[in-house]
């Protein structure tokens, strides 16, 4: 065991490769000392926090006291420097999406293995509070057996101006904030995804997919819907579930939310008919005074450790990983899937690679 | 023309049947003078309402002072009643869904076609005006152009406990509901639908839909959710529409809404990262200090004449019906094909009767 803290290069410096530098700074074994960046600001941004330059990457690789790498570059070439770093013996934390087709992670994969260097995916998502509010609810039944969940991030600024709206560098929102959500609900439900239909978004004319809506069916009944959007001036709820009990909201980050449950206590009466438009509805009319309960949302699930001290925890010997490769790698499987179901207009079936250690179940879409 | 008015007899004095007799009353050439259902409390309620209460169906037939005959029953019944009443010399109102299938309502209209009577079905949303609010937006491009549409109702108590649960008599959420959704969109916008996807709820066990989420895209570009709930005990937006300006809202039938638009008059500034559950986000940021403007909903389009303004003047060979057949045909057909997306889990396509006069298309699936 390494008693001594586990040194940590940060290679792209840009928005998130200085944000890991934040997330590393409180983490027991784990120390931030250099970056890489190909471009001279960010190189002198590295400098300006702190940190030792290397003036190539290469140089990163050869210095034998670095222990671990960042790769928070372009998606596009997240395999080749991870490939490269692992084959001369440095443990890699990757960024999602850690590649743009699941052929590319599985070469990743193999290479972890044949080396025994640790490849962990910042899927970090899954430390999300909104999200680990609705796994509260689903693994509790806090509103009932949750049988169908809508996720959604709205935004109103387009694609970000960078590499994000180029196909060749892993552009496109389904696998910047896709990878998240889907992330997410595979890491939460577990039970086969039988079906998935999809629409992508190109209005905005970019060669990547401006956003996308996505339709899961899982065989255990849940259904979801998985939605990103550029081009949303007004959002609708980050997360909107219904159980069989209630329905449960959450309005943004800021967590504002509620649920809403049957008041079993009270006997059900039929609500009075209201005017709805130029008709009447019962069975749209709000249910009667008494019938439901309103409340709070409940606490977060609280995962064993943060994702770095968890990261710390693999490398050290001392930990499963809480993001497992296996997991990506089916999300990545997943994500050609909705590509798929979106450029054909088809509902894609038997896909899913959650059974395929029991069955070998083989995509019968094409892969990259 | 017929200078005096013209008497009207509703069949089925239910809910709906008594709501009619409202919606008649301060109609210039219209006179609800009779009623007839076959339970005795309801007879009895039409007879207090001051209506001549007929003992039988056929007595309604065989009394010459009628003209017209709304028909508000169960809806399996609609055709075979419409068709008596039609060869009887009556014209006739129906409640919607007018039939169960398409083929139904083909007799029925070869019906009316022999006979000369006139049949009008009574898709009165329309005539909503919340719908008509957003087919302003529409028809005028006050947000831009909208391509992308979401209509929801969303409500908490079930299925109505009679009929509406049964499907012999033409129960379920997609027939009730749908058929009002899907008559909005289809009298709005002016395109062939290329495909449906749709997903039907069984969740509360009923042997109807209890509710259904519906995908369509139309040639023209423009894609829609709509969505029928009755186990949602938070409601989401009515309608949450997108245009290439901006984003609407209407948040239920008292009209609170808004539009957000893109501030033309500012100059771009991306916006700053923000925190956003454990990561940051640029994309998902909201927009710049300045770079919206959020308006109040425009004034609803306004119709030439009410439903029944126009049904009276349609009799009297003065108008052409707001509500055409053709399109109530094309709606049927339309359900008939998310009835088949949702059970077979599939994409529908080339189904649409949009273009059916031109080329004569054939649907490519089953009807009943």
Request: some cysteine; aromatic content about 8%.
């Amino acid at each position: 065991m390494n008693t001594t803290k586990n040194s940590v290069v940060i290679i792209g410096y840009g928005g998130m490769g200085s944000y890991h530098g934040k997330l590393i700074k409180d983490i027991e074994g784990l120390e931030v000392t250099g970056a890489y960046d190909v471009l001279q600001e960010r190189q002198e941004a590295a400098a300006a926090d702190g940190y030792q330059v290397y003036e190539s990457f290469e140089a990163v690789l050869n210095d034998p006291k670095v222990d671990v790498l960042v790769i928070a570059t372009p998606n596009d070439i997240h395999k080749d420097l991870s490939i490269r770093a692992m084959r001369t013996g440095k443990h890699i934390v990757c960024e999602k999406p850690v590649t743009l087709c699941k052929a590319d992670f599985e070469e990743m994969m193999a290479v972890a293995e044949e080396t025994g260097q640790v490849l962990m995916v910042h899927q970090n998502r899954r430390w999300d509070e909104d999200f680990l509010m609705i796994k509260s609810m689903y693994d509790q039944h806090t509103i009932g057996d949750l049988f169908h969940l809508e996720s959604r991030v709205h935004g109103a600024n387009g694609i970000p101006g960078d590499w994000r709206r180029i196909e060749a560098y892993g552009g496109g929102m389904l696998l910047d904030w896709g990878v998240h959500l889907l992330d997410q609900l595979v890491f939460m439900i577990d039970s086969k995804i039988t079906s998935v239909s999809s629409r992508l978004s190109f209005i905005l004319g970019d060669e990547v997919d401006d956003g996308f809506e996505a339709y899961l069916q899982f065989e255990n009944g849940i259904s979801a819907v998985i939605e990103v959007g550029t081009t949303n001036f007004i959002t609708l709820p980050r997360w909107y579930v219904k159980g069989l009990e209630g329905t449960a909201i959450i309005e943004d980050w800021s967590l504002k939310g509620r649920m809403v449950l049957r008041n079993n206590e009270v006997e059900r009466i039929e609500p009075k008919p209201i005017q709805a438009g130029v008709g009447l509805t019962k069975t749209m009319a709000p249910p009667s005074e008494g019938a439901t309960i309103t409340e709070a949302l409940p606490a977060a699930y609280q995962h064993a450790s943060s994702f770095y001290t968890n990261f710390s925890e693999v490398i050290s010997g001392k930990a499963e990983p809480i993001v497992k490769n296996a997991e990506v790698l089916r999300v990545l499987n997943l994500i050609e899937a909705i590509f798929e179901a979106g450029r054909t207009h088809q509902v894609i079936k038997d896909f899913d690679m959650y059974e395929a250690e029991r069955d070998n179940v083989t995509p019968s879409f094409p892969v990259c």
